[in-house]
């Protein structure tokens, strides 16, 4: 069997004339694996938005400072809903430096992002790459990978980055996390990060407008609509925050003051 398994065989055709949300952050971040429909639309954002970059990047701080709480907590199990194309500071190279052996499983619907996690991941036993949708959580927590490589019997942590405001369908999305909140375990934690939809500008609204012409259009949330998402377990504090807020805490060194109120993060554990 080849490196990409079994799964290759139902990827479905990438069209490179149609922007993919995975391709266009790929491209932002310095990435190599997109095309050039995605290097537009990205430009086309950034000159709306010039501090675009800026964000993504206080979005992999967030990340790193997220996955190495879930470390010093213990975990060594990561469930990555929307790993995206894999790229330098994503969970998996944050959690292999800090835990060599931690398991690592990730899940996107994007081929590009299937192929090369694949690809990156064929010689390490403690990882993989799911080619699936979040929203079919079942098939998810009961996929080959899954049920053999992560133990729900132990604390997993659950990262959602910069993906769920790419689910226009709040009400499926509420199911899909609610199933995946069941299955895990006592002291599991929820990294979720999630654009902000309070005092968008009409920058906002035109950056919203570009990527509704890509695979996944935007749907902002507001503070109370991305609270829900963590369902009934409690925040870590500061709980939910601004990245602005984020960033005053001593140490914290941010880059874009103009970023600052663009997305919303937070750490939930189960009780």
């Given at each position: ?118 690809l990156q991941l064929a010689h390490d036993p403690a990882a993989d790459v799911l080619y ?140």
């Open positions: 069997m080849s490196v990409l398994g079994e799964q290759a065989a139902v990827l479905p055709e990438v069209d490179p004339q149609r922007p993919s949300v995975a391709r266009i952050y790929n491209f932002l971040l310095g990435g190599r694996h997109n095309f050039a429909a995605d290097r537009q639309a990205a430009a086309a954002a950034q000159a709306v938005m010039p501090e675009l970059p800026a964000i993504l990047r206080l979005n992999r701080q967030f990340l790193r400072e997220a996955v190495r709480l879930a470390d010093a907590a213990g975990i060594d199990q990561y469930l990555d809903l929307g790993c995206g194309i894999p790229s330098a500071g994503n969970t998996y190279d944050v959690v292999r430096r800090l835990r060599p052996a931690a398991r690592v499983i990730g899940v996107d619907i994007e081929p590009v992002a299937f192929v090369h996690g694949r699936g949708d979040l929203l079919d959580a079942y098939e998810v927590l009961g996929s080959p990978p899954v049920r053999e490589m992560i133990d729900l019997g132990r604390p997993v942590c659950l990262m959602l980055v910069a993906v769920a405001h790419f689910i226009p369908d709040t009400g499926r999305l509420h199911e899909a996390l609610a199933v995946y909140r069941d299955a895990l375990p006592r002291g599991s934690l929820l990294v979720l990060t999630h654009a902000c939809r309070k005092g968008a500008s009409p920058r906002v609204e035109q950056v919203r407008r570009i990527y509704n012409n890509t695979t996944a259009p935007m749907a902002a949330r507001d503070a109370a609509e991305t609270l829900e998402l963590f369902g009934d377990w409690p925040l870590l504090e500061p709980g939910l925050m601004t990245f602005g807020e984020w960033c005053s805490a001593p140490g914290r060194q941010c880059e874009s003051d103009i970023a600052e109120a663009a997305f919303l993060v937070g750490v939930a554990r189960k009780p």
